[in-house]
């Protein structure tokens, strides 16, 4: 022992039990100091955060296992095609600031469906807006935990499983406990930690590949080798001798990238644990604010993904393009262990064969693994690969958590006080507020050891959902008085029906299913919600006109919501 | 002028502003990242051909802008119309 301490350092193994020792502890030390005693900071906070606090949550909140994990890996296989994502997952942001935050924070409700409901003046659509929660919420939940378990499985050499239930056991302590309260402030500390991780190991490899320190700027600078050659045009290269597509071109069409990448910007902007960030800051003019600093935050990380992907690609090419297999580094071989790298020799020299022809290729790297192993690619010392593996847990943790709570305040608030039983006292609905988290975690866990295979597909769905069903719905809710119950509640149906019937019909092959050559408008099911929203925003106008307008209170109710002053707290 | 006027002004201002503000946020990722990417990417910028630049990096520093602008003046119009209590 004491012998391999000496010649191999800490590990990273070690460093990464004693980085996540200390992370969970502090998380669960602020659940405690931060636990919720009464409904409204159960679900709100309070009302009291400042907007720099809730900034970074929202930022923690809004950047899952998929942006931490995923995205940078996905960008470094489709080079050109990832832009999608970051405009996508950013632009929505000043569609929030612009268009729902201030507003949504002046109604001064705890949910979305809360807005809905009372917007529209029907419990049918309060029951529209609850159904749609739980389905977007849902599935986001269970890929995050399948994500905690990719961590743990890989860097812990945990089972995959017990990976799952340990962060289950650390989500439940601290949502269930502190509710928006207790999860707020440790989502300060999950940004401080997932930024840090995710931009050390980018600094690093930026300065070894270009010698530029800033990894935005380094992914369009001249190598570091004094060759002259630009790192971009390099990777262009190595791509297109493999048989790819240039890396800056992308292989995508105009029209998907297009819908896609509005699908994604009016989803963000339609997800219900995202506007219910801006429900627990105190004024307007902080919700604004607040929406700004959020996304200042979360650009941090987003503009140099697509460094990190670029780096990591070349880093990748370099190391395994025409080797022999016998001289793989030690990653290499780990990650053939989860089966996340498999190389297969088919004409049996010994070299790996890595090659866009799919007939001749003989390696396959899973995208998820890009920015796990891109430390290890590049070399870089032990705790920071272990830096890495806290920063994805703390990227995971803080959505799951944030998803649960809008899944326990949709089932204790919108389902049981609001529908069900209105005299509830304020201990019972914290107490059922509480129990649906329980079980939210619950059914959670189950999907991220059990993930049905259509995971990947339905977070497209989520996003979808959302654009097709809250979008129209809250943004005609605000900005026009005349919207009625009829209108917003025909338009979500369809809206939502329509989505599911795309997805449903391209990703399950219901419907007779169909592909891509059948694609409407050769719009993929991903960039449908484009789609689905517009249909949601026509029939909302079209029903509008043939049935009765609103009553007056409601009209002066969203004429209230227009002026920023004299937002009080959040109420029931 | 009654507070009705008042509101309905303060909201036409804002609507103004916002349009605007949605403009550019259409042109730096629809339009320079998406729609006229192939025609920017004959410019170069250093290392970056500039449509993969905006569909990668520019459109998001923009956005960033476009929101803390936005903050800007919308505190302005909520003195100017006495809203900002």
């Known amino acids: 022992m004491m012998h391999s301490l000496l010649v191999e350092g800490f590990g990273v193994q070690n460093w990464t039990y004693v980085l996540v020792g200390i992370t969970f502890t502090l998380y669960i030390g602020i659940a405690i100091w931060a636990r919720a005693g009464s409904t409204n900071e159960f679900y709100v906070a309070g009302g009291g955060v400042s907007p720099l606090a809730n900034g970074m949550a929202t930022a923690a909140d809004w950047m899952s296992a998929a942006s931490f994990i995923s995205m940078a890996g996905i960008i470094s296989f489709d080079g050109y095609d990832g832009a999608v994502y970051l405009m996508g997952w950013t632009g929505g942001y000043v569609l929030l600031a612009l268009l729902l935050a201030p507003y949504l924070r002046k109604f001064g409700k705890f949910t979305v469906p809360d807005f809905i409901g009372d917007r529209y003046y029907s ?35 945990v089972d995959i499983n017990t990976g799952v239930v340990i962060g289950m056991v650390i989500v439940l302590f601290y949502a269930v406990l502190g509710g928006m309260k207790g999860i707020t402030y440790t989502q300060v500390a999950q940004y401080c930690v997932l930024i840090f991780a995710f931009m050390v190991p980018a600094i690093f490899i930026s300065i070894q590949m270009t010698g530029n320190p800033i990894p935005q700027l380094g992914f369009g600078s001249q190598l570091a080798d004094g060759s002259g050659t630009y790192l971009l045009d390099k990777l262009d290269g190595l791509s297109t001798d493999l048989g790819f597509n240039q890396y800056t071109e992308g292989s995508k069409s105009t029209i998907d990238v297009f819908a896609i990448t509005l699908a994604l910007m009016v989803g963000t902007a ?132 944030g998803l649960l709570l809008v899944i326990s305040a949709s089932v204790s608030h919108d389902l049981i006080k609001k529908m069900i039983n209105p005299n509830i006292s304020e201990k019972g609905e914290l107490i059922a507020a509480r129990l649906a988290a329980v079980v939210a975690v619950c059914v959670a866990g189950y999907f991220g050891i059990n993930p049905p295979g259509f995971v990947a597909a339905t977070v497209a769905l989520a996003f979808g959902l959302a654009a097709a069903s809250f979008f129209p719905a809250i943004i005609l809710g605000i900005f026009y008085k005349k919207m009625n119950k009829e209108g917003a509640i025909a338009g979500m149906v369809v809206g939502i029906l329509s989505m599911l019937f795309y997805m449903t019909k391209f990703k399950f092959g219901w419907f007779g299913g169909g592909t891509k050559a059948n694609w409407w408008f050769g719009i993929s099911p991903e960039g449908f919600g484009t789609v689905a929203m517009i249909i949601n925003f026509i029939v909302s106008l079209v029903i509008m006109k043939f049935t009765p307008e609103p009553p007056q209170n409601v009209q002066d109710i969203v004429e209230h919501i227009r002026i920023p002053s004299g937002a009080g707290k959040a109420t029931h | 002028m009654t507070e009705k006027d008042n509101a309905k002004a303060y909201w036409k201002e804002n609507i103004r502003y916002v349009l605007i503000l949605l403009a550019i946020w259409f042109l730096v990722s629809f339009a320079a990242g998406i729609l006229f990417k192939e025609e920017l990417n ?33 505190n302005k119009l909520d003195k100017k119309y006495g809203y900002d209590a």
């Open chain 1, 123 to 157: 419990n049918t659509a309060r029951l529209v807006g609850v159904i749609c929660a739980l389905i977007v919420s849902f599935t986001y939940v269970a890929g995050q935990m399948r994500g905690v378990g990719l961590v743990f499985s890989r860097f812990l050499e």
């Open chain 1, 270 to 401: 339609g997800l219900p644990h995202v506007i219910v960030r801006f429900f627990t800051v105190k004024k307007v003019k902080d919700a604004r604010k607040s929406a700004g600093l959020a996304l200042l935050l979360i650009v941090i990380l987003y503009t140099a993904a697509p460094a990190v992907a670029v780096f990591a690609r070349t880093n990748m090419i370099e190391t395994v393009s025409n080797q022999p297999y016998a001289n793989m580094p030690e990653w290499f071989k780990k990650w053939e262990t989860t089966g996340l790298i498999v190389f297969n020799d088919k004409n049996n020299d010994g070299i790996i064969n890595y090659v866009a022809n799919e007939t001749n290729n003989e390696l396959v790297v899973d995208k998820d693994i890009m920015v796990l192993a891109n430390p290890e690619i590049a070399q870089l010392p032990d705790w920071v690969i272990a830096l890495v593996a806290a920063g994805a847990l703390a990227a995971a943790l803080s959505t799951a958590a």
């Open chain 2, 42 to 74: 004959s410019i170069k910028i250093g290392g970056f051909k500039l449509g993969f630049w905006f569909a990668q990096q520019g459109s998001m520093y923009v956005f960033v802008v476009l929101i803390f602008v936005y903050v800007r003046l919308m």
